[in-house]
């Protein structure tokens, strides 16, 4: 049965509001496919998960249902109670179908490990820690809702969430017009930067690195600064169109790999620059519908070359679940131009086949169209070792482009 707690920790959704960190988000969607194995259908199991996390939507195969359940739990991460419940539920679902699944004290466990301040107590969620729970007079007064302001934008719907932060369409009026923009406001917890200045000094250095980067592919920022609950934001021109796989599914497949040879080249120009990105996945590349020209967003978890700092790097993984590279998992603090290449290689294959790439079990393309088995000595590669793979960006997207001419699909 659902748990209960109270209504105010439902809806609230402020600066003080406890959030579920990417960590305890990523072992929890391990924990669910984990479960979900367990049955001779999977996919329907990670589709119950989805729906309780809000997601609607019937995935098109078991490899994207898994990358929709993580986009779906990252989406109502920022609530860390309304989250609890909806994976409790989930677990609820499964263990209906007869599945094993773990007891609350096992999955009391895992919040206390990575400090989330909630415990499972059928039938109810509990607070451990009273004074980290929501203040309600602060959050009312910089949460940013429709209708709130960040000095001169006006905020409407949000429009994306992820792990470094929310997107909302924001528009601001002049003596001329009502212009619109998105904003993207930045989260410190997922970061695991409390401290201000901290905060402050991530900020500037992502601000650094977009300064450099002025291409098509890239999305410009025009302003920036602090909200007055002093989180960092960032303001861009919004992009109508679609992300990337779901803009590629009705196109040929020529037309494709097209796309991705047009996003090679935007991070060939980062590259350059001493940019790199980390979390190239579908949803941080938009197919603007006007030109068809796809634009790489959200350099949050960018780094830059020329100001590595040893003694700061973190150990933990940069980057979304089935487009890291190996290297990265195995050593979270490996930093260079290879992970965004393995990245785009992810995406290409999964764009045609409509299913993530297995690295260690390759399922050739020419099994989906005969046409496409020139594309998969290239893919092989670069989803292969680092020592082997394509050296840089523009290095697969002459690959790529090499096959693009004789493709016939």
């Known amino acids: ?34 479960i979900a194995n367990q049955h001779e259908f999977p996919k329907s199991i990670i589709e119950s998960f989805k729906a309780r996390f809000g997601s609607p939507s019937i995935s098109s195969s078991t490899d994207w249902a898994i990358s929709d359940l993580d986009s779906a739990m990252t989406e109502k991460s920022p609530n860390a109670p309304a989250f609890i419940a909806s994976f409790w539920q989930g677990l609820e679902d499964a263990q209906a179908e007869q599945l094993d699944i773990p007891t609350p004290k096992q999955v009391n466990a895992i919040l206390r490990k990575h400090k989330v301040p909630f415990e499972i107590r059928p039938p109810k969620i509990i607070a451990t820690d009273e004074s980290l729970i929501f203040d309600t007079n602060e959050s009312k007064t910089t949460d940013n809702q429709d209708g709130q302001s960040i000095h001169a934008y006006k905020l409407g719907e949000r429009i994306g969430q992820g792990g470094f932060g929310s997107v909302y369409i924001a528009t601001r009026k002049t003596s001329i017009g009502e212009f619109e923009f998105a904003i993207k406001i930045l989260d410190p917890s997922p970061l695991g930067e409390n401290d201000p200045e901290k905060l402050r000094i991530r900020f500037r250095r992502e601000i650094k690195s977009i300064q450099k980067l002025q291409h ?3 999305v410009p920022y025009f302003d920036a600064g602090l909200d007055p609950g002093g989180r960092p934001y960032l303001v861009m021109p919004r992009i109508h169109g679609k992300n990337i796989r779901d803009a590629a599914m009705s196109k040929p497949f020529r037309t494709r790999v097209k796309l991705m040879s047009d996003v090679l080249l935007a991070v060939d120009y980062a590259h350059q620059n001493k940019v790199l990105h980390r979390d190239i996945k579908p949803s941080n590349i938009i197919v603007r519908s006007s030109d068809e020209q796809p634009i790489i967003v959200d350099f949050g ?26 290297e990265v998992i195995a050593l979270p603090k490996t930093r260079n131009t290879l992970h965004d290449i393995y990245s785009c290689a992810v995406i290409t294959y999964e764009i045609i086949s409509g299913q993530l790439p297995n690295p260690i079990e390759y399922r050739p393309l020419a099994l989906i169209n005969p046409g496409l088995e020139l594309l998969d000595p290239v893919l092989i590669r670069a989803l292969g070792p680092s020592s082997k793979r394509h050296q840089s960006a523009l290095d697969l997207r002459e690959h790529l482009n090499s096959v693009i001419k004789k493709l016939e699909v």
């Open 1 to 34: 049965m659902p748990l209960k707690f109270p209504a105010e920790w439902r809806f609230e959704s402020g600066p003080n509001t406890p959030k579920v960190p990417p960590d305890l988000v990523s072992e929890l969607h391990t924990l669910a496919i984990d």
């Open 301 to 326: 978890a960018s780094y830059i070359l020329d100001n590595l700092d040893r003694e700061s790097i973190t150990t933990r993984n940069i980057g979304s679940q089935g487009y890291i590279p190996p």
């Open 216 to 218: 098509r592919g890239i």
